[in-house]
Nanobody, 125 residues
Framework: QTQLVESGGGSVQAGGSLRLTCTASENYYSMAWYRQAPGKEREGVATIRGESRSTYYADSVKGRFTISKDNAQNTLYLQMSGLKPEDTAMYYC?????????????????????WGQGTQVTVSS
């Protein structure tokens, strides 16, 4: 049974940093981070894919967030720096990409089969 467990969330002031971790029960070719703020739709943050570990980012986090993956440990990371209040959300780990390959699909929530329970990130101004 697939399990994805996120950790590392917390409260931080604007400009601060956090590192999120997602531990998976097995290794996946594609994994991603999503987030959902209250009253808003879930949105893609970053995706990492393949042996080359190609990465894809939402425009809102480019240059501030870095996604990485340790295949030996079945672990996904999201290093977040320069955090802003608008980054406040529940952050979810996702795995097992199931759609046709495109940049749009790689950040689309409906294109991943498995999800973690989420970890809360709160950024205060």
């Amino acid at each position: 049974q697939t399990q994805l467990v996120e950790s590392g969330g917390g409260s931080v002031q604007a400009g601060g940093s956090l590192r999120l971790t997602c531990t998976a029960s097995e290794n996946y070719y594609s994994m991603a981070w999503y987030r959902q703020a209250p009253g808003k739709e879930r949105e893609g943050v970053a995706t990492i894919r393949g042996e080359s570990r190609s990465t894809y980012y939402a425009d809102s986090v480019k240059g501030r967030f870095t996604i990485s993956k340790d295949n030996a440990q079945n672990t996904l990371y999201l290093q977040m720096s320069g955090l802003k209040p608008e980054d406040t959300a529940m952050y979810y780990c996702a795995a097992n990409f199931k759609c046709g390959l495109s940049i749009t699909n790689l950040l689309k929530p409906t294109c991943f089969n498995y999800w973690g329970q989420g970890t809360q990130v709160t950024v205060s101004s």
